[in-house]
């Protein structure tokens, strides 16, 4: 059974830095797209950045293009997210999710964490 756990979650202030680890077991993910998600209450869940577990370079959501960055250790079978200049509407509960087919569409993953709280405040 494929698992995902996230972990790194806290409160810091506007400004500040958090790094999000997603580990994961149960398979080999090398051909997986993984990502982080992120959804705070009443509103949807959105993409904030993925990869591709085998290699390549990280996509970014607008919206924190340039203040984060997806990274992975393929010896640990985990996916980091690195977060800078962090900012109140930051704040969400964030996802790690993976998909077989390589894809990085929400409706799409086929795994999904239990997610970890970061709140930003101002």
């Known amino acids: 059974q494929v698992q995902l756990v996230e972990s790194g979650g806290g409160l810091v202030q506007a400004g500040g830095s958090l790094t999000l680890s997603c580990a994961a077991s149960?398979?080999?993910?090398?051909?997986?797209?993984v990502g982080w998600f992120r959804q705070v209450p009443g509103k949807e869940r959105e993409f904030v950045a993925g990869t591709i577990w085998s290699g390549g370079s990280g996509y970014y959501a607008d919206s924190v293009k340039g203040r984060f960055t997806i990274s992975r250790d393929n010896a640990k079978n985990t996916v980091y997210l690195q977060m800078n200049s962090l900012k109140p509407e930051d704040t969400a509960v964030y996802y790690c999710a993976a998909d077989s087919a390589g894809g990085l569409i929400i409706d799409g993953m086929d795994y999904w964490g239990k997610g970890t709280l970061v709140t930003v405040s101002s």
């Open positions: 149960g398979r080999t993910f090398s051909s997986y797209a």
